[in-house]
């Protein structure tokens, strides 16, 4: 079955970076969008981030554009969340996402989730 495994969960000072990493094993990873999702503490999951399956086009939330960067490897079947310049606002629990269709923005559009990796930023 499709499986989706985030790392690189991590407490970082504001200002500090950190890379997520998602490695998809199940299907064939690169015909696949895929995406990253955030849901902090008595909020709604939100989008963050997308890459499109030949990883040709990304999209981003406004909130961490110019901060945030998505990529994928597809010969490693992973996608990466690099955030730099992080601010305590970013803290939540980071999932990672694959779907096939539909708009990017939406977590209808994502037919399998991981686990989810917590990011803290401190102040």
């Known amino acids: 079955q499709v499986q989706l495994v985030e790392s690189g969960e991590g407490l970082v000072q504001a200002g500090g970076s950190l890379r997520l990493s998602c490695a998809a094993s199940?299907?064939?990873?690169?015909?696949?969008?895929m995406g990253w999702f955030r849901q902090a503490v008595e909020k709604e999951r939100e989008f963050v981030a997308a890459?499109?399956?030949?990883?040709?086009?990304?999209y981003y939330a406004d909130s961490v554009k110019g901060r945030f960067t998505i990529s994928r490897d597809n010969a490693k079947n992973t996608v990466y969340l690099q955030m730099n310049s992080l601010k305590p606002e970013d803290t939540a629990v980071y999932y990672c996402?694959?779907?096939?269709?539909?708009?990017?923005?939406?977590?209808?559009?994502?037919?399998?989730w991981g686990q989810g990796t917590q990011v803290t930023v401190s102040s």
């Open positions: 199940g299907r064939t990873f690169s015909i696949y969008h």
């Open positions: 996402a694959q779907g096939s269709g539909g708009s990017l923005y939406f977590d209808r559009t994502y037919d399998a």
């Open positions: 890459i499109s399956r030949s990883g040709g086009s990304t």
